[in-house]
Structure formats: structure tokens, C-alpha cells
């Protein structure tokens, strides 16, 4: 059972920038789609970004589009999400989400079997 730890989550000014990752207690995240999802208060929980780590495939949101960037390092211990330019908006728990994964695209409407705890977010407006 892959169980799935978030972090990096944080207080930030608007316009500047936080870094999230996303591992793999005791696997690695090799042959998986990762994506990240946020749920700010009083709203749906929102896909924001996926990766194939096999792939390399990934695809994001509109809102985040330019702004945000997810990769993963060598070994696919982890996933990251590089968040730059972030807004008010921005707000929410970010949770990242896994299921095994073969294919070099990472498509919208993935059902994901794991997610690991979330991460807070915080931008002042």
C-alpha cells in the first residue's frame, strides 16, 4: 500500500513563491501519475497539475498554467510542485494524489488510488 507524504506548505506574500513535494513512504513513485489538487475554504477540491512520472507527461490547470510547474527528481522518490506567482487565490490544502501508471501522457480525469495528508497554503491578501 503506498502511502503518500506531502509537504512545504506555508505562508507566502503574494508574488512569491513556495516548493511542494510529494513522497513515496518506503516506494518510489516510479511508473506512477502524481497529481496535486487543492481545497480552499468553502470550495471543491480542484485538479491542478498531473505528472507521468515514467513519461514525463504532465498537464495542469488553466488557473495555475505558467505559474506552476511539477517534476520529479532522478531516483522518482518525489514529485514537486514549483508554485511562482502565487495569489490570494492560491489559497487552500494542497494534497498530491497517486496511481500506478504506464502510459507518457498524464490526462485529465485520472481516479486516483492513493493521497497523502495535505499541506496548507496561505497567501494574504
Known amino acids: 500500500q503506498l502511502q503518500l507524504v506531502a509537504s512545504g506548505g506555508g505562508l507566502v506574500q503574494p508574488g512569491g513563491s513556495l516548493t511542494l513535494s510529494c513522497g513515496g513512504s518506503?516506494?518510489?513513485?516510479?511508473?506512477?501519475?502524481v497529481g496535486w489538487f487543492r481545497q480552499a475554504p468553502g470550495k471543491e477540491r480542484e485538479g491542478i497539475s498531473c505528472?507521468?512520472?515514467?513519461?514525463?507527461?504532465?498537464n495542469y490547470a488553466d488557473s495555475v498554467k505558467g505559474r506552476f510547474t511539477t517534476s520529479t527528481d532522478p531516483g522518482k522518490t518525489t514529485v514537486y510542485l514549483q508554485m511562482n506567482g502565487l495569489k490570494p487565490e492560491d489559497i487552500g490544502v494542497y494534497f498530491c494524489?497517486?496511481?500506478?501508471?504506464?502510459?507518457?501522457?498524464?490526462?485529465?480525469?485520472?481516479?486516483?488510488?492513493?493521497w497523502g495528508r495535505g499541506t496548507q497554503v496561505t497567501v494574504p491578501s
Open positions: 518506503g516506494s518510489t513513485l516510479d511508473y506512477y501519475a
Open positions: 505528472i507521468s512520472t515514467n513519461g514525463g507527461g504532465t
Open positions: 494524489a497517486a496511481l500506478q501508471w504506464y502510459a507518457y501522457a498524464c490526462p485529465t480525469g485520472l481516479t486516483f488510488d492513493y
